[in-house]
């Protein structure tokens, strides 16, 4: 009988305040912004970066984890996650205790 380890609770967010001019997808990509619900409750903001004209079930992500006070909108993590969107992988960004956490 198959189990369920964990789930993700997410709903689609508006932009977080004060991104950087280079925050935006290059062509042949998508930029959306999530808040994602953690185990303990806490809602953390997330940039989700996805190639585009791919399905999402053939899409390789990456998930970028920041700590130790930045944020998704951090280097490098905005440069590799807009990066490799447009190489055809998937990546996400988030950071909890951050300026963009919500």
Do not use: C
């Not at 998930?63 to 993590?77: D, E, F, I, K, T």
Request: without cysteine; glycine residues 10%; charged residues 20%.
């Amino acid at each position: 009988m198959a189990q369920i380890a964990a789930s993700i609770e997410y709903e689609a967010a508006r932009p977080p305040d004060g991104l950087p001019d280079d925050m935006k997808p290059l062509p042949g990509a998508s930029l959306r912004f999530l808040s994602i619900k953690a185990i303990d409750g806490f809602k953390i903001q997330a940039a989700l970066w996805q190639p585009e004209g791919i399905p999402p079930t053939d899409i390789t992500i990456i998930v970028q984890v920041h700590g130790s006070g930045g944020n998704l909108a951090s280097l490098p993590l905005r440069v590799i996650g807009r990066a490799l969107s447009a190489r055809g992988y998937g990546s996400q960004q988030s950071a909890r205790d951050s300026t963009t956490s919500m």
